[in-house]
């Protein structure tokens, strides 16, 4: 079992940034991919980053330019710097740790960030 707390989330002007963490701690596989993904209300689930155990980063469009997300050295947390926040970044956003294989997906209990204009 692996458990995920995250952390950083808050209120915001546009332009402004913020920084979340997440800690992982139990069973977390060593081949995995961590991740971070939001979801605003009334909306699906979305990709926002994730991160390969290698280190390979894949962003969703609509934040490229504007996040950076990194992992930490120990396997045990992953980071999503947020720069130049706008409105429609306003969402609870849910670190992910997926292990590949079989394919099996651990989720925070999200954190709210919310960006006024």
């Known amino acids: 079992q692996v458990q995920l707390v995250e952390s950083g989330g808050g209120l915001v002007q546009a332009g402004g940034s913020l920084r979340l963490s997440c800690a992982a701690s139990?069973?977390?596989?060593?081949?995995?991919?961590m991740g971070w993904y939001r979801q605003a209300p009334g909306k699906e689930r979305e990709l926002v980053a994730t991160i390969s155990s290698r280190g390979t980063t894949v962003y969703a469009d609509y934040v490229k330019g504007r996040f950076t997300i990194s992992r930490g050295n120990a396997n045990n947390a992953v980071y999503l710097q947020m720069n130049n926040l706008k409105p429609e970044d306003t969402a609870v956003y849910y670190c992910n740790v997926r292990r590949v294989l079989p394919v099996y997906d651990y989720w925070g209990q999200g954190t709210q960030v919310t960006v006024s204009s």
């Open positions: 139990g069973s977390i596989p060593s081949l995995n991919v």
